[in-house]
């Protein structure tokens, strides 16, 4: 098979991105009012909730009255 027709059936990742898909994008990254939060800071939080449920109740029963 020549270099040439293999290209033409190649369907791997390296293309354009079809109009809709960059529309979505651009829409996307607009400024929006509100806070902003990158995912390093939303997963630290995540992190911290889940080891406070995690490990909450035995600090609370450590220092409870009676306990």
Request: glycine fraction near 18%.
């Amino acid at each position: 098979m020549s270099r040439r027709a293999r290209r033409s059936g190649d369907s791997g990742g390296g293309g354009a991105m079809p109009a809709t898909g960059a529309g979505l994008i651009r829409f996307f990254e607009e400024d929006t009012p509100g806070i902003k939060v990158g995912p390093y800071a939303v997963m630290i939080v995540a992190v911290v909730l889940i080891l406070l449920v995690l490990v909450g109740p035995y600090i609370y029963n450590l220092f409870a009255p009676g306990g």
